[in-house]
């Protein structure tokens, strides 16, 4: 690998298509006024949904893609002086606010819940903070009563959806195993969200996932609780935030304390001022990166990069990834005629100072079909067309 690493993998694009042709996606749910457009809004700073004080502001979903922000693209980019440099990106949809009934089609339900279909994750923001001047569609702040009913409007539209799908599987039970098996993981799956629980935390083998996971079940996506907090609790929380943290913890799901009131004010700032307002606050790092972050935990991602004086990029694979398959996520026919990748941690690789360094230092390594990609691994991979 020379200082024209990663060029290799942009000049030639034959046929084919990259195994990941669309972004992350992440849904932002809650009920109304609990803070998810204001937060969106803030996330996408040129998004134009609509903030206002009254329900179901937001009646088409609104879609934003950002950067997902890597310091470590910037310091590749300067070691090969790259003239473009390209981060990953991550959809962001701001969903309108679910109500009790939802999975009945109460306040536009149907319509909302197809929308949380087609995302990865799920972003469920919980209202944490008292202001009588900002109405509460139930009339009080209590965020675990109102995170569960939209858990239970989730559970009751999967169970709807296991209702239908086991009813048609009755014809080929006695006589498709798959269908056997696909109906025994269902039942399995009900009786958990019949008792409150999520079709997530549902102990299935490979075999039961491969075959439910097209029925789209909205308690199986990942769920990330975002505790929007006024700017005095961002810091340390308060007794709201506790409530839910347990709740969290009894659901396997991630947990990040949020202000979007804090993330609108940001927008309107410079780096460095944002810097000395998040350190005044007793925060290190604002929102976004906090739920990236998270989003990228839950969903067990992985990034790694190439880099050169054409572009540095960063690439984002799922946890696990051998070689071949990384280089799949940019084209497939990298993945088909891979022979070796040429490897070295991004660390190692600022420390060299350069690519011809590493190599004398003996960092650069050639790996086969069956390495295992480790995050912020830079890569260059050499593959037959």
Not at 80 to 90: A, D
Not at 98 to 112: D, P, T, W, Y
Not at 332 to 352: C, H, N, P, S, V
Request: proline share 3%; net charge negative.
């Amino acid at each position: 690998m020379g200082p024209t690493a990663g060029i290799l993998v942009q000049l030639i694009l034959p046929r084919g298509a990259a195994r990941f042709p669309r972004m992350l996606k992440a849904g932002i749910v809650g009920l109304p006024n609990v803070g998810k457009s204001t937060l969106f809004n803030a996330l996408v700073a040129n998004a134009q949904a609509q903030a206002a004080n009254f329900p179901f502001c937001t009646i088409e979903p609104n879609v934003g893609s950002v950067a997902v922000p890597d310091n470590r693209l910037y310091l590749l980019s300067e070691l090969s002086c790259s003239k473009e440099l390209i981060p990953t990106r991550m959809e962001f949809v701001d969903i309108a606010g679910l109500v009790q009934g939802a999975s009945r089609g109460e306040g536009l339900g149907n319509k909302f819940l197809a929308n949380i279909r087609e995302v990865d994750a799920i972003v469920h923001v919980v209202r944490c903070f008292d202001d009588p001047d900002v109405i509460h569609v139930s009339g009080s702040v209590s965020p675990v009563r109102d995170a569960e009913v939209i858990n239970l409007e989730l559970g009751l539209a999967d169970l709807t959806q296991i209702e239908k799908r086991r009813e048609r599987l009755k014809k080929l039970i006695r006589t498709n195993k798959d269908a056997q098996i696909e109906d025994a993981a269902l039942r399995k799956v009900s009786s958990v969200i019949e008792e409150g629980g999520a079709a997530r935390n549902v102990k299935l083998n490979e075999e039961e996932i491969n075959l439910t996971k097209n029925l789209g079940l909205l308690t199986f996506k990942p769920i990330i609780y975002a505790i929007n907090l006024s700017e005095n609790d961002l810091a340390k929380g308060n007794d709201y935030c506790d409530e839910v943290l347990k709740l969290a913890n009894s659901d396997g799901a991630e947990v990040i304390k949020i202000s979007a009131q804090v993330e609108a004010e940001l927008v309107e700032l410079g780096e460095e001022e944002r810097l000395d307002y998040l350190k005044g606050l007793g925060v290190t790092e604002g929102g976004l990166k906090s739920l990236i972050n998270a989003t990228y935990r839950i969903l067990g991602l992985r990034t790694y990069f190439t880099t050169g004086e054409k572009e540095t990029r960063a690439w984002t694979i799922k946890a696990g990834m051998k070689a071949p398959q990384a280089a799949g996520v940019i084209h497939t026919d990298f993945e088909r005629g891979f022979i070796r990748a040429q490897t070295i941690g991004y660390k190692k690789l600022l420390k060299a100072g350069s690519f011809a360094e590493a190599r004398n230092n003996g960092w650069l390594r050639s790996e086969g079909k069956e390495y295992v990609v480790e995050e912020g691994d830079v890569m260059e991979f050499l593959f037959n067309v």
